[in-house]
């Protein structure tokens, strides 16, 4: 192997723009939830004792940057707010989901969970712009809006951006098969993402998980604890999935309908072929909310991409 091609591959760039021109990074996703299930494991109060949670999410109040998600994520897109900025070929739709009270108050229940439900540390803006790659190795970086929240953020943001990138590819590539192809790889890569995250955090849990505050040692220590501790972490992981989902489907409408939007689809030069791609992007971040009590596994969540793909090439 040449000393260039051995540079090039081991060369940190921004994740966001070879995204773009479909490189594939096999070991992203084992990675990636390596690097969630750590961080949301070792931080929550499954691990760690009440005095150092507490204390830990009084480091991380990070008032100031919370407030500016609590805009311009979940309130701002969906109503007249002066710093919105899209497409005008998406208007109508745009201003649909604005008058879809289900929705909102959806989102609503979202934005509460944001501001209160302190579960986890949480990076807070885990986009593809957020992750540097090559070939071997993930790395993320700017984390100044972190702080002690709900768990499924985070992996929704990482999911988000890929069904994002997915979308931007209706106008980046042209040829069918290669579209195709790159889109299936990017479904494989955000179902590996939830399923890889949730086996690790598990497993960190009923490993380490009798040293935490909500179920100390010796909680589940009678006949059937087994079973019933099995099914506890059934339903915890249930419940972040659900609001993952939830969140999914917000962060994509907000990068649709609000203050900023993602590189991979502005920079679609052609405003129809961007409207494609926006569109898609809407419909799949409205269905993930929507349906987010409906949608019971990460197959479920990635059957709405499918089916909004169909109705975008019909």
Avoid: C
């Avoid at 091609?5 to 084992?30: G, T, Y």
């Avoid at 690790?200 to 589940?220: D, I, Q, R, S, T």
């Amino acid at each position: 192997m040449s000393l260039l091609v051995m540079e090039n591959l081991n060369r940190h760039e921004i994740m966001r723009k070879p995204l773009v021109r479909r490189v594939k990074f096999p070991k992203f996703a084992d990675q990636i939830t390596t690097f969630l299930a750590n961080t949301l494991f070792y931080t929550s109060d499954l691990y760690l004792p009440g005095v150092e949670k507490k204390a830990l999410t009084e480091r991380f109040m990070n008032s100031e940057l919370r407030k500016l998600q609590e805009d311009f994520v979940y309130s701002h897109p969906l109503m007249d707010a002066p710093e919105n900025n899209w497409n005008p070929l998406v208007d109508d739709l745009v201003q649909e989901v604005r008058k879809d009270g289900e929705l909102k108050e959806r989102v609503t229940w979202l934005k509460e969970g944001y501001m209160t439900h302190a579960q986890s540390l949480i990076h807070a803006d885990l986009h593809t712009g957020s992750i540097m790659i090559n070939q071997n190795e993930t790395r993320v970086i700017d984390p100044e809006f972190a702080f002690v929240g709900p768990a499924g953020y985070d992996v929704a943001a990482v999911i988000q951006n890929l069904m994002l990138n997915y979308a931007s590819h209706f106008a980046h590539t042209e040829d069918p098969e290669e579209r195709a192809d790159y889109q299936s790889w990017l479904l494989e890569t955000m179902r590996a993402v939830w399923t890889g995250f949730a086996e690790k955090f598990e497993a960190l849990w009923v490993k380490e998980g009798e040293k935490g505050e909500l179920a100390p040692k010796g909680y589940w220590d009678y006949p059937g604890g087994e079973a019933d501790f099995a099914r506890f972490r059934k339903h915890y992981l249930q419940n972040i999935f659900r609001d993952m989902v939830g969140t999914a489907g917000t962060k994509a409408l907000r990068r649709m309908m609000g203050i900023v939007s993602v590189w991979d689809i502005s920079s679609i030069e052609d405003p129809e072929k961007r409207a494609v791609a926006e569109r898609f992007a809407i419909r799949v971040g409205r269905r993930w909310v929507k349906e987010m009590d409906e949608i019971r596994d990460i197959d479920a969540m990635l059957d709405v991409v499918r089916e909004e793909t169909e109705a975008t090439l019909a």
